[in-house]
């Protein structure tokens, strides 16, 4: 088992950045693949960027490429989401995920266990 508590959203002005955290309990963090995806009101939850865990290779959705990065910091059980460039299509109510599993994946459903969620909301 393992409990992921998102912090760091807010509202920003389009162009801005923010900085979303999330912090794990567990002493396996460090084994887990971990994900950001996010959803939009009326809108099925969409992956955002992944980390996993052997090489810490990273993958992003094309809509964030170039402009969010996605890092773990294994010693402090904590995995975030650097947002540049925002947009005000995203705003969405975002959320981390942990895969136990290590699929490599980008579906949300192989992921399993979730965060509350952080909302963000750019203002254009």
């Known amino acids: 088992q393992v409990q992921l508590v998102e912090s760091g959203g807010g509202l920003v002005q389009a162009g801005g950045s923010l900085r979303l955290s999330c912090a794990a309990s567990?002493?396996?963090?460090?084994?887990?693949?971990m994900g950001w995806f996010r959803q939009a009101p009326g809108k099925e939850r969409e992956f955002v960027a992944a980390?996993?865990?052997?090489?810490?290779?990273?993958y992003y959705a094309d809509s964030v490429k170039g402009r969010f990065t996605i890092s773990r910091d294994n010693a402090k059980n904590t995995v975030y989401l650097q947002m540049n460039s925002l947009k005000p299509e995203d705003t969405a109510v975002y959320y981390c995920?942990?895969?136990?599993?290590?699929?490599?994946?980008?579906?949300?459903?192989?992921?399993?266990?979730w965060g509350q969620g952080t909302q963000v909301i750019v203002s254009s």
């Open positions: 980390i996993f865990w052997y090489g810490g290779k990273t």
């Open positions: 995920a942990a895969d136990q599993d290590r699929y490599g994946s980008t579906w949300y459903k192989d992921y399993d266990y």
């Open positions: 567990g002493r396996t963090f460090s084994s887990y693949d």
